[in-house]
């Protein structure tokens, strides 16, 4: 048996838990989240926990098993307390600006300017200090949707291994690459 899909999951008291034949509906203080899952996947709630179990013993299922266990608590992390993801821009003139409009606006070096439209989930706060690079930071309930606007920013201009200018994750290191040798 998979060793992370038989873990159970703890569901707070403040989230509702909703099975509907194939898919799932988690609501919280944050808000509410749906996945559709695999037939070979059976989910028991019972207890204020959700157990996970599949009906065959196949390959495929065996690696769904662990996969749906990991997204449900996520889903539960999420409208219980939310995650978060810190882009630096390290460059010099690398700027963004934020309008009401939901729309991000790029300064990357490049001669025109990126608009980028930020779903209606995802909460945008920019903290802008004199002498430091911009952090943008992206906030919401649901992890997979932020993730992929998260890589999508950075894939606007990667950093570099050079002189380690672009959009980078917070905490991320940079290996730089010695010049040219002379």
Known sequence: MSRIGKIPISIP??????????????KGKLGILSQTFSEKIKIIF??????LSRIQEDKKTKSLHGLYRVLID????????GFQKELELVGIGYRVSYYEEKILEFNLGFSHKIMMKIPKEIYVEIKIKKGKNPILTLKSYD??????????IRSLRVPEPY?????????????KKTGKSA
């Open 46 to 51: 019972k207890n204020d926990q959700l157990f």
């Open 143 to 152: 992890k997979q949707l932020l993730g992929m606007i998260a890589s999508k």
């Open 74 to 81: 996520n889903m539960v992390k999420g409208v219980t307390n």
């Open 13 to 26: 008291k403040d989230v509702s838990v909703n099975i509907i034949d194939n898919k799932i509906i988690i």
């Open 163 to 175: 002189k380690g200018k672009g959009i980078k994750y917070l905490k991320e290191f940079i290996r």
